[in-house]
């Protein structure tokens, strides 16, 4: 019996510059393949379907397990993550796009460094005294522990911006991923006697007046977290630190 | 001499506390990473970190976490570094409390733990089922608060190649090739720290991350660098098997009460949650009652490979066994463990809460790595420092579960201070090193990637070597190793070195060229290959996770002594330094008593 195979588009560009073309695969299809093996598959064998030799297809990917962020990409239209896309549950032929709101490095790679430097801008850290061994840290209710862990699994892939009608590469808005870490680092005992300094770089071009409300981002997240609701908690508090600077007459 | 010059590779755990550490006492770090240091692999530990802090009334301490791990171990590691770390780990908790991780937390809001594979103590701290993620997340964010300062300077999407001699043998600096660009530099330094993490890919298929080539650790190698206890390699007992890698699934499973088991009559076709109690073999609580389905790894994985292969008692169709959590309470277990079974939900398509989970050993982990002397992380080149995974110390011939993530942050404590105080020694820094010193390497180094680069005839495919190493290494160097297959394996590793110098690239572009960077990787990992299997070749004994079934007892009259691998003109040799017991006497190792 010949073996079963299956067709993969995929969108290639060599650098930034250079043009757009799409080439198609012929793969053989096992079970519980993902779409990172396809992309092996095709690293082994770089012939597009028609016969012409290409090159190995470029892309990120490390953990394969989704908890490193790195694949996300467009996968038939949807931004996901590709380690986690079984070939299985994908209509066929898959279709594979690098992710559109980030500067394209080549083919299926993008830039997606503004994540890191909004996360810098929004001082997205507990700022302790040193590594000295100078105790516990605070206590916490398990109750916080349950809300701020979810938060805290953002892998930083972007898909959350990939949806959001408000990020472009023009506009400096950072997205419902940032506005949620801001959440979390303002919850914990310690973040929260810093969190002016955060709400304050949320109240700055790019910062959340920004959001439209189109609540794409929360069914984009593979992770599950609470975008709309993340949003939601941090517009209160921006609010209520404006109110009471402007009581201060800061 | 001027501010001296630190460069750190790597920025898992290990590499961002040295980072911390060196920019907290006020020098500028270079942290060099292949990937965002976000994404590292240290993101795939899921279980926990070992401190024992006693907590839970058990009457614990750091020298019963000490005892544990020597003695899991099989005392082939150095003790005094074990005993330090071991003493470290309730401080190291306390600082990752305070920088902001989101561990369990009991009703009174204090740290909760769980127990893990042997010991008989709830000592492990976690968050969620993804307790590396989390840990690394708050050591990134101290590095990004120093890099808002200044103190940090990032360059992601760099990969290191060599590191930088000087005529008298000492560290000047590294060469690195930019991922995007593909132009290869030298960045000058007094010391450099390498934590560059595992090297599961040498084995194809591993529970690791793609960028765990050690290719890193196989240039230093090449370099001068000693190797030590190559062949120590752990295979950890539950993974989902996948062609890609094969996903963990964490000892924290049965840390909170998951079982092992098989059905009693082997080839029962019936579904696993149909099959009842009384016909149910949990054949780690019979045959070790006392730890039960938490012994150590190597001896967990030894019983289901005898279950499945000896006994021919594994699951119908495949080589399996199943790991079962379904008796635990739903809300425990979204709880507890939602990371591991969220992994196994996506990738299998079946609810863990439902089913009981299929697993199979799967490599996991290198208990060897670069040499590092007895107190200062310092490798036996001056200048070059290593910590984390990478190098050989605190596990010896088997690590605990949870013990990793521990020594990685006390190596990188560790490690940064005492490169700061190598680089503050020295009578003259890397400024006044000659230019040509640095040209030569970066000429070296730039020829190798031309040639690759200008080689037209070639024939061979990059992934389909790494593939056949990869299939050669996990069948002839992982669970039983037989001499007769090592030696088998030595000779495949030569007929695909030889291969290796027909390879065909493919890819001749000069941007963001990732075949080039494979390739690279490619003829570092057949080294280290060969490193792997003649260490196991030498050493006739079982002991920890290397197991030679002709000779099955650990022989300490001749082989209580660390493997250390040097590489001179091609040439790998093997020679052994004693190993420091000088606090524990070497002792039996058993976990068969009663409980
Ligand atoms: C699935 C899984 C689960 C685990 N669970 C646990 C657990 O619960 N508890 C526990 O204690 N341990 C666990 N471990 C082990 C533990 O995760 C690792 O040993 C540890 O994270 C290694 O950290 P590291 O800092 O040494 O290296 P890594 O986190 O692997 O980081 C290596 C760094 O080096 C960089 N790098 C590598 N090569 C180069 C190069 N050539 N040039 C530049 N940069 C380079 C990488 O980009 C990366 O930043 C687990 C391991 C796996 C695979
Ligand atoms: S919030 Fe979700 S979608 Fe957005 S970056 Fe984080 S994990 Fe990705
Ligand atoms: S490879 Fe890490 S999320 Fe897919």
Known sequence: MADKTFIVRIKRQQRPDESVRWEEYELRYRPHMNVIICLRDIAEKPFTRSGVESTPVSYDANCLEEVCGACAMLINGTARQACTALVDDLEKPIRLEPLTKFPLVRDLVVDRSKMFEDLKRTHCWIPIDGTYD??????????????????????????????CPKVNQRDPFVGAAIVSQVRLFNMHP????????????????????????????????????????????????????????????? | MTQPKIIVVGGGLAGLMATIR?????????????????????????????AAKNLKGEGDSTWKHFDDTIYGGDFLANQPLVKGMCEAAPAIIDLLDRMGVMFNRTPEGLLDFRRFGGTLYNRTAFAGATTGQQLLYALDEQVRRFESEDKVKKFEGWTFLSVVLDDGGVCRGICGM??????????????AIFCTGGIGVVFGRSTNSVVCTGSAQSALFQQGVYYANGEF?????????????????????????????????????????????????????????????????????????????????GLVGEPAVYLDVTHIPRETLDRKLEGILEIYEKFVGVDPREEPMKVFP?????????????????????????????????????RLGANSLVSCIYGGMLAGPAAVRYARGLESGCENVPGAIFERERVRQQDITDALLNQHKGTENPITIWREMGDIMTENVTVIRYNANLQKTLVKLDELSERF?????????????QTLNFVRELGNMLILARVITMGALARNETRGAHYKPDFPERDDANWLKTTKASYNDGNIQLEYEPVDTSLLQPRERKYTAKA
């Open chain 2, 501 to 513: 110098t027909r390879i065909n690239l493919q890819d001749r572009t000069q941007w963001a060229n």
């Open chain 2, 178 to 191: 930019d991922l995007r660009t593909m132009e290869i530099r030298t960045f000058p330094c007094d010391a």
């Open chain 2, 22 to 50: 060196v920019a907290e006492s006020g020098i500028p770090v270079d942290l060099f990473s292949i990937v965002p240091v976000k994404r590292s692999h240290s993101v795939c530990a899921q279980g926990g970190i070992n």
């Open chain 2, 362 to 398: 799967a490599m996991h982990y290198t208990m060897g790595g670069l040499w590092v002397d007895n107190q200062n992380q310092a490798t036996n080149v001056p200048g070059i420092y290593a910590a984390g995974e990478c190098e050989y110390q605190y596990h010896g011939a088997n």
């Open chain 2, 233 to 313: 390699i752990q295979v950890h007992p539950t993974a989902i098997p996948g062609e890609d890698k094969c996903r963990l699934m964490s000892e924290s499973a049965r840390g909170e009460g998951g079982r092992v088991w098989v059905p009693k009559q082997a080839g029962d076709k019936r579904a696993g949650k149909d099959i009842p109690e009384n016909e149910r073999f949990y054949f780690l609580e019979d045959w070790y009652p006392k730890y039960g389905n938490l012994v150590p790894r190597d001896v967990a994985t030894r019983a289901i490979h005898k279950i499945v292969f000896e006994m021919k008692m």
């Open chain 1, 134 to 163: 100078i105790g516990e840290g605070p206590r916490m209710a398990p109750s916080v522990q349950e809300k701020g862990y979810p938060l805290s699994r953002c892998i930083t892939c972007g898909n959350c911006l990939e949806v």
């Open chain 1, 190 to 250: 310690t973040g929260a006697m810093h969190s002016a300094e955060r709400l304050e770089a949320l109240m700055l071009p790019g910062g959340i007046a920004d959001c439209d409300n189109a609540q794409n981002c929360v069914k984009a997240c593979p992770k599950g977290i609470p975008l709309t609701e993340s949003l939601a908690a941090v517009n209160g508090q921006v609010l209520v630190h404006a109110v009471k600077s402007w009581l201060r007459g800061e």
